[in-house]
C-alpha cells in the first residue's frame, strides 16, 4: 500500500514539474511569437492595401478579435479596407488578407497560411520566374470583391490546373469575406449613427 501511495506521489509530482515547465516555456516564448505574428500581419498588409500608408491603417475589434482593418485619411474618411479570407480547400484552410478600396475593387491579396497540396494547390501563391507576384493572386487586382469567380462558375479566375478545388475555395472565400465585410461596416454605421443620436435629456 506504501508503495502505490509513493508512485501516486511521484508521479503527481512529475506532472507539477513538468507542467511548471511547459508554462515557464510558454511565458518566454510567447511574446517573440506574438512579435513574429505581429510582423507577418504587418507585411500582409502592407502587401493588401499598396500604395498606402502604414500609418493609417488601423485594426477594428470586437474586443480581442480583429474583425477587420480599415485606412483613413487626414479627414478620417475611407480610403480602403482590409479583411481576413479563408477557405476550404482540397487539404487545408487557405488563409488570405485581402485588401479593397472603399469601392469594393480589389486591390491586393496576400496568402498567409495554407498547406495545399505540393506542385498543385500551394502554386495559389506561386511566383514564375522573372515576374514579382503570384500570378494567381494577379488575376483578381481591379475586379469587384463581391463578383469575382473561377471560370467553372461563370466568373474570370482562370483556375490552377490540377487545384480546382484550392482555386475555387481561395476565390469563393474572398468574394463570401467582403460580403462579411459589408455586414460589419453596416452593423458599424448603424451603431454609430445610434450613438450620435440625441438621448432627449439635457
Known sequence: MKEVAKLGFVLTLVTVLAAAGLAMVYSITKPR?????????????IEALPQIDPASIEAVRDGDEIRYYRALDSDSQYLAFAYI????????????????????????????SQTETPGLGTKVEEIKYGEADPWFLRQFLGKKADGVAVKADGGEIVSITGATISSRALTKSVANGYTSLLKRLEADSAMASTSAEPDGSE
Open 33 to 45: 511569437i506574438d512579435a513574429q505574428g505581429a510582423m507577418e500581419t504587418e507585411s500582409a498588409l
Open 85 to 112: 479570407a479563408n477557405g476550404s480547400g482540397y487539404s487545408s484552410v487557405i488563409k488570405t488578407m485581402v485588401g479593397v478600396d472603399k469601392d469594393g475593387t480589389l486591390i491586393g491579396l496576400k496568402v498567409l
